[in-house]
Nanobody, 122 residues
Framework: QVQLVESGGGLVQAGGSLRLSCAGS????????MGWFRQAPGKEREFVGA????????QYADSVKGRFTISRDNTKNTVYLQMNILKPEDTAGYYC???????????????WGQGTQVTVSS
């Protein structure tokens, strides 16, 4: 059973940056694709980006491409989401997720964290 814990959320002004972390335990972290999703009040959970196990290939939603960067440190069982040039529309709960196979941008991940709130003020 894989457990995921996100951290690093908070309140930031538009144009600012935040780095979220997702620490994993209970599984072979390096063998999982790791995804980031977000959900704003009243909206469906949406794909933000993900990183593949093995070659660490990344994929991003168009809305964050060029502003957000995902990386992973398998020695620390941690995946990161570096968020730059934040906009008010980035305000949401951010969730990390893990799965051993499948499409990176599909919401069908096997394990989920509890989420961390990001609020961007204008």
């Amino acid at each position: 059973q894989v457990q995921l814990v996100e951290s690093g959320g908070g309140l930031v002004q538009a144009g600012g940056s935040l780095r979220l972390s997702c620490a994993g335990s209970g599984g072979t972290f390096s063998s999982y694709h790791m995804g980031w999703f977000r959900q704003a009040p009243g909206k469906e959970r949406e794909f933000v980006g993900a990183i593949r196990w093995g070659n660490s290939w990344t994929q991003y939603a168009d809305s964050v491409k060029g502003r957000f960067t995902i990386s992973r440190d398998n020695t620390k069982n941690t995946v990161y989401l570096q968020m730059n040039i934040l906009k008010p529309e980035d305000t949401a709960g951010y969730y990390c997720a893990a799965k051993p196979r499948g499409s990176l941008d599909s919401i069908e991940y096997d394990y989920w964290g509890q989420g961390t709130q990001v609020t961007v003020s204008s």
